[in-house]
């Protein structure tokens, strides 16, 4: 265990994980997979193994944000692009080099760029945060973090906390973020350019034309499931010749649900509660005003499986997350 007692009180426990109606308690009479958590320090961050085999690591900094990286699927998989953490490899476009495996930033905040990383945008720092093994089995890291302006002012703060558990046989991510008005009001523009995102990996993409497909919960598929609003979003397509899928979960609690979706065929996979005017085409609105002292709560449920996509599945999963009660960070 890695703890900074500064954000130990953070951590709040809830009830066990929901999962497919019922309640799982990762203890040694269910034989669930071991999740262990290794400090390393090139990038600085945590890794998280189930057994011998890399499940992801949580990456305190790449090039002006916290990310997670890499994202290992069942059979060990790389679910997300390498690009630009690594040279891209030949099934990848290096393109939008913003776009770093698993993120939460947004395009437009009091006219700030967060969503982009060039010098002229605003940087979220990473201030302290703690990684340990739950009484559950699960694999807990807790960070606080600053939103920084690009003269170095604090423009927000939030609260991350991710929860990484290998259940019946696939890998879930509960991803829970507060974020907080600390430093005065803060507006969340009206942009496609957000928010919690990932970009799968180069050969899932549907532009691969390897059988790739996006699927959300009305049933619509690729090109016209972007910028609709879902309770969930599946990105499914193969990796090293196997069949493998993402689905990403927005729950109840969560500001904006069912969220809007930035998800494209290109593979970037994004969740977006701000955006609405370059989704639907109508006028652009003022956004969402944090005012200072407010908060406002993300909660998503990450799902990574083989095989092929199962729609039934992915409802079931929803109305079982929306039973599941979010961990409270403070």
């Known amino acids: 265990m890695y703890r900074y007692p500064a954000v130990a009180s953070a951590i709040s426990v809830t009830a066990a994980l929901i999962f497919n109606g019922q309640a799982y308690a990762q203890t040694a009479a269910d034989q669930a997979p071991t999740l262990s958590i290794a400090e390393v320090s090139d990038p600085a961050g945590w ?50 080099d913003h776009h770093r495996s698993m993120w939460l930033t947004h395009g437009d905040v009091n006219g700030f760029d967060f969503w982009l990383d060039d010098d002229h945008c605003g940087k979220i720092v990473h201030r302290d945060g703690s990684a340990e093994i739950a009484e559950d089995g699960a694999a807990i890291v807790v960070t606080r973090n600053d939103w920084l302006d690009p003269e170095g002012n604090r423009v927000l703060s939030d609260v991350r906390r991710f929860a990484f558990r290998e259940i019946d046989g696939r890998r879930i991510i509960d991803c829970d973020f ?14 496609k350019e957000g928010s919690f995102g990932l970009r799968v990996a180069g050969t899932m993409k549907v532009d691969a034309e390897g059988g790739g497909e996006i699927t959300n919960a009305d049933g619509e598929t690729n090109k016209d499931a972007w910028g609709k609003k879902s309770a969930w979003v599946d990105y499914s397509g193969p990796v090293n010749g196997e069949r493998v899928g993402i689905t990403i979960h927005d729950h109840p609690s969560s500001f904006g649900y069912p969220c809007r979706w930035h998800v494209r065929t290109y593979g970037l996979f994004a969740a977006n509660p701000f955006g609405v005017h370059h989704f639907t085409g109508g006028p652009e609105t003022n956004g969402v005003v944090l005012k200072e002292g407010s908060q406002i709560r993300l909660n998503y449920r990450v799902v990574l499986y083989e095989g092929e996509f199962d729609a039934t599945r ?14 409270q960070v403070q």
């Open 47 to 96: 890794n998280i193994h189930v057994g011998n085999e890399l499940f992801a690591g949580y990456r305190f900094d790449s090039n002006g944000k916290p990310i997670i990286y890499p994202v290992n699927g069942p059979g060990g998989h790389a679910m997300t692009r390498n690009f630009p953490m690594k040279d891209a490899l030949d099934s990848e476009r290096s393109d939008h």
């Open 178 to 191: 507060l974020l907080k008005a600390s430093d005065g009001d803060v507006n969340f523009g009206d942009t």
């Open 314 to 327: 992915a409802q079931q999963d929803s109305e079982s997350f929306a039973n599941d009660p979010r961990p």
